[in-house]
T-cell receptor
């Protein structure tokens, strides 16, 4: 039972490069989310999805794109990386509305030079 | 937007001592979640509280939600080195926002021998 799998674990980019952080879950969860974690800021929501084909913006969506073509996958795209996007990124999923628990991936540490 | 304040920001306790971490919301909460993060790893779910006055325990960790559902505490009894990490509270204002948890900035706990 893999849960939520994120790849890559570590990535270094140059300013202006693009890349995709992958997230996959095998629990048939409807809801998926992307957060970034920065020192002193806690976890902040970037984008989320309530089901395949449906996405919405969170608190800090600028510079990021998402899509949800399948229930299992929720990739996060950085269109033109900036040093301000240096962070640890977490993908999470949950069953659906109501008091459901988020299951988190192990995180992807991104450095933008 | 809902804000969560955690206190203290960091804590160093001697093994065997008790400790309490607090989480305060500016708004009434639908659900309050406690997570633990080991350094460099993902978040692990600890407990969820929904009802005013609710209290839950797991091993040596007890979480409480006040009657007004705006403040929660996490109490660890007889701390051990395995309790070290970052504790985060997360909250949802309504039932349909399972994927949109708002998090506090976290409390970093160190347990010394």
């Amino acid at each position: 039972n893999a849960g939520v799998t994120q790849t890559p674990k570590f990535q270094v980019l140059k300013t202006g490069q693009s890349m995709t952080l992958q997230c996959a879950q095998d629990m048939n969860h409807e809801y998926m989310s992307w957060y970034r974690q920065d020192p002193g800021m806690g976890l902040r929501l970037i984008h989320y999805s309530v089901g395949a084909g449906i996405t919405d913006q969170g608190e800090v969506p600028n510079g990021y794109n998402v899509s949800r073509s399948t229930t299992e996958d929720f990739p996060l795209r950085l269109l033109s990386a900036a040093p301000s996007q240096t962070s640890v990124y977490f993908c999470a999923s949950s069953k659906g509305p109501g008091a459901n628990v988020l299951t988190f991936g192990a995180g992807s540490r991104l450095t933008v030079l | 937007s809902q804000e969560l304040e955690q206190s203290p920001q960091s804590l160093i306790v001697q093994e065997g001592k008790n400790l309490t971490i607090n989480c305060t919301s500016s708004k009434t909460l639908y659900g309050l979640y406690w997570y633990k993060q080991k350094y460099g790893e993902g978040l692990i779910f600890l407990m969820m509280l929904q009802k005013g006055g609710e209290e839950k325990s797991h091993e040596k960790i007890t979480a409480k939600l006040d009657e007004k559902k705006q403040q929660s505490s996490l109490h660890i009894t007889a701390s051990q080195p395995s309790h070290a990490g970052i504790y985060l509270c997360g909250a949802t204002p309504t039932s349909g926002t399972a994927s949109k948890l708002t998090f506090g900035t976290g409390t970093r706990l160190q347990v010394t021998l």
